[in-house]
């Protein structure tokens, strides 16, 4: 009986056996990643990608549009609230930025190209808050200028996740650009008679010429205080549309599109008369032909930078008439155009002689100018059109030496970057911050490095950019391998 009765549990246990070795053979010949390949390890890459939009991005946004209408509101007198918009709003994003780092237990100030230049140049413009040569109420508003808005290269540098942010980005500025230019052609053509007496700053604005042979000529100004503001605006936009234009891995209609727009904002840049834009996007060309990489290349941007500047070329002498010739021929006169800032340049340099650490901040840019309280009117403040030759009269020449460092370290650092990513639409993206970084160090001979809006909010954001775009490549390109190796053949 009890034979029979271990017969009858062998022959059950048999089949279990049998199955419970087929199921660890079956495991055993299992893939490592159909084994390990569980729903939670599926969803790791998505817990791992960047949130689709950053706490700061809807205030960078607003930032840009307020930015890019402050003019009228400052004409109008209503120059408080401008001026509180604008740089309540900048400080609010430094702020976000900063606590999305605290909360991410990340590091306040991490290690970048331009870290220790803007941190030295920072260090120096606090301790000028006792130049005993300066009012100190002026120094503040000086430091504001100097270093508000430079603090936007730690935005972007801490904020850029994703080539579609920058993408957004573009898009906002580009049809911020257009919508601006243009108003000021249109501004142009109607003639200052329209808007003369809208305020007494309005009825000041409109006598703002140039001579031509034929009379004086009005300068449009469009959103913006001043001509010159605009057109440099128009200028640094039009770098970012041509980034995108010579690009091979967008569509045709996005880029004929932008290459319209690249024509539009180049009117704008004839309706303000300046000629210091027009010698940006020279010195720019130069640049991109300079770095591009291999012949055909470098052919291929020539080519469409003639294309996009013949189209420019046609809109302005279709709008506006060959008279602006005479205006922009001058930048080839020595004479006229060197004379432009080297003056400037060698006063700033004769203040720093005779006041070893400068004037003070705010002595040549930084105060506000539409504020008729009589405490801010008094300030003794003078102009100086000369980046460098401001930096000399502000700062004496060890502020002068600081700001040449990190200028320079701007240009060779950003070109630098630039040229570390490989080819891809994050690299033909930043083109265009990378001919601000790579053009920096010569353009502050005439652009002073204080803050004007709204070109210091995306100036400053976009070269951040640039310097996080290496190590924004770098993860893209591991979770590219990361979902090839999960799921292979996708």
């Known amino acids: 009986m009890l034979k029979a009765r271990e017969r ?18 079956k495991r055993e010949h299992v893939p490592m990643t159909e084994r390990t390949e569980t729903a939670p390890a599926r969803n790791a890459g998505a817990r791992t990608r960047p949130p689709a939009l950053h706490p700061a991005d809807l205030l960078i946004a607003l930032l840009l549009i307020v930015g890019f209408f402050l003019g009228p509101l400052k004409l109008l007198g209503v120059s408080w609230l401008s001026y509180i918009a604008a740089d309540g709003l900048a400080v609010l994003i430094i702020l976000v930025v900063l606590w999305e780092r605290i909360a991410g237990r990340k590091p306040l100030l991490a290690a970048s190209p331009l870290s220790i230049p803007i941190f030295l140049l920072a260090g120096f413009c606090v301790l000028e808050l006792f130049n005993p040569e300066a009012p100190f109420i002026r120094s503040l508003l ?4 100097w270093l508000l808005y430079l603090c936007f290269y730690f935005v972007g540098f801490y904020s850029l996740r994703s080539v579609k942010q920058v993408e957004k980005l573009y898009a906002l500025l580009l049809i911020l650009g257009v919508v601006t230019a243009v108003y000021g052609v249109y501004q142009w053509q109607v003639g200052p008679e329209l808007f003369a007496s809208w305020s007494d700053y309005y009825g ?5 010429t140039w001579l031509a042979q034929s009379g004086e000529v009005f300068r449009a100004f469009s959103t913006f205080v001043m001509p010159g503001s605009f057109g440099g605006n128009m200028a640094l936009l039009m770098l970012l549309a041509f980034s995108i234009v010579t690009s091979r891995r967008f569509g045709a209609t996005v880029r004929i599109a932008l290459a319209f727009a690249f024509g539009v ?29 291999g012949v055909w290349r470098r052919f291929s941007v020539a080519f469409k930078a003639a294309l996009v500047a013949g189209a420019a070329v046609v809109g302005i002498v279709f709008l506006i008439g060959p008279i602006v010739s005479e205006r922009f021929s001058t930048i080839f006169d020595p004479q006229a155009f060197f004379w432009k800032w080297f003056g400037p340049f060698s006063y700033g340099i004769s203040l720093a002689r005779m006041h070893p ?6 002595f040549t840019a930084g105060v506000p100018q539409f504020i008729s309280n009589p405490v801010i009117q008094s300030l003794p403040t003078e102009n100086i059109d000369s980046g460098y030759g401001s930096a000399a009269g502000e700062l004496g020449f060890l502020g002068l030496a600081l700001f040449a460092y990190f200028a320079i370290k701007v240009g060779i650092e950003g070109l630098r970057t630039w040229r570390r990513l490989p080819a891809g639409r994050l690299r033909d993206l930043l083109l265009g911050p990378a001919l601000y970084a790579g053009t920096y160090p010569i353009v502050s001979l005439v652009f002073q490095p204080q803050a004007t809006l709204p070109s210091s909010i995306y100036f400053w954001l976009l070269i951040g950019m640039l310097m996080k775009a290496p190590a924004l490549q770098r993860q893209l390109d591991e979770d590219q391998l990361h979902r090839s190796s999960v799921h292979p053949g996708e």
């Open 204 to 208: 000041r604005y409109a006598r703002l």
């Open 357 to 362: 650490f400068g004037m003070g901040m705010g």
């Open 265 to 293: 904002m180049g009117v704008g840049i004839a309706v303000s008369g300046s000629r210091g834009p027009v010698a940006l996007l020279l010195l720019a060309g130069a640049v991109a032909l300079g770095f591009s990489p």
């Open 142 to 145: 000086g430091l504001r200028s």
């Open 8 to 25: 009858l549990g062998a022959e059950l246990a048999v089949p279990y056996i049998e199955e419970n070795q087929g199921n660890e053979a």
